[in-house]
């Protein structure tokens, strides 16, 4: 096994009014960079043989779908029941990104399931509510039993603990928190998620079957949106590689003898990216990098170009640029 390069990157102050520098311990808001660990805790449920993510997840629940409030606008479609784990992780489940979106408010699916990649954080949502259903525990409780504690990430949590800053890293002093989406929230540091990254990639997730990782790291569906929030079309798409693909909770593509993962998203106060760049095939790299402050320009780029050299990742497409830069 390789030995990897690894690199983690923090900017500013734990508050940008005030505050002390952060560093590689300081936890941030990034709710995004949950979703690979999400699936790698979906996977290692499989591994035990607690999960099936090809099951119909209405039927973990214990109660008829229509008797959960949140989730009783999808009984009216039949595709409700073919909606899996595996559909969800991949970004195919079909759903609306949020339905919060929409005039009526309703959750609906604007495809079938197992189709095109369609982000949708209603989906994680959705998935989430199902496993905490089922295990009958808080989703943050079942992480960390199976995720956190077994890989020693003590500055990782799907909930906002008591530890955290108050207002947290990444967040203005004296101003409320965003509205919460329906993607479940997540806050680490980037040492602890270059930590994840190493055990679950580089070191290959600790499962009992080697088989069950492999969807974790290969693309599961061909990407065909012009951007991550916008619906598939047969083209148009801006600033990717070829052939970007999504797996368990990151975004896959192959370049010039290189095999790249990476999850990220910018946002008014806080932008964050991770990655892992494997040169087939041996050197690894593994980056991840959070940025608190207001900055009018992505610093993604210029990071990645220092660490990484000329690959160009889809930091268009992810919403971290708003445009191809100038080069």
């Known amino acids: 096994m390789a030995n990897p390069n690894t690199y983690f990157f923090d900017f500013g102050k734990t508050h940008f009014e005030g505050g002390a520098p952060v560093d590689g311990a300081t936890m941030f808001p990034a709710n995004r960079l949950g979703q ?4 790698y805790l979906a ?9 099936d993510i090809d099951h119909p997840l209405y039927k973990y629940l214990p109660k008829p779908l229509a008797e959960y409030p949140a989730y009783a606008d999808l009984t009216a479609d039949s595709r409700s029941k073919s909606l899996t784990a595996r559909w969800i992780l991949t970004q195919r489940s079909g759903l609306a990104n949020s339905r919060a979106d929409r005039p009526d408010g309703k959750l609906v699916f604007e495809r079938s399931p197992g189709g095109y990649f369609g982000y949708s954080d209603e989906g994680y949502g959705f998935l989430k509510f199902v496993l905490e259903q089922k295990f009958g525990r808080n989703f943050n409780d079942l992480a960390k039993e199976v995720v956190f504690d077994f890989l020693t990430l003590k ?6 603990e008591p530890r955290l800053q108050d207002p947290p890293a990444g967040i203005v002093a004296g101003r409320p928190e965003s509205e919460p989406s329906a993607l479940p929230a997540f806050w680490t540091s980037s040492a602890d998620y270059n930590r994840f990254i190493w055990a679950v990639v580089v070191g290959g997730g600790a499962f009992a079957n080697p088989y069950i990782g492999l969807p974790y790291h290969y693309s599961q569906s061909i990407v065909r949106s012009p951007s991550i929030l916008e619906p ?3 083209s148009g798409r801006l600033d990717l590689p070829l052939a970007f693909g999504w797996s368990f909770g990151w975004g896959c593509y192959y370049i010039e003898m290189h095999k790249i993962e990476c999850i990220g998203e910018r946002g008014p106060e806080i932008e964050y990216y991770a990655t892992v760049v494997s040169r087939l095939p041996g050197k690894i790299t593994i980056l991840t990098f959070i940025a608190a402050g207001k900055a009018s320009q992505s610093v993604a780029r210029r ?5 990484i050299g000329d690959i160009k990742p889809p930091l268009v497409w992810m919403g971290l640029e708003d445009k191809p830069p100038q080069e």
């Open 36 to 39: 690979p660990v999400f699936g």
């Open 43 to 51: 996977l290692k449920l499989v591994d035990k043989g607690l999960f």
């Open 155 to 160: 500055e990782m949590s799907f909930t906002r």
């Open 232 to 234: 598939p079309r047969a």
């Open 303 to 307: 990071i990645l170009r220092e660490v």
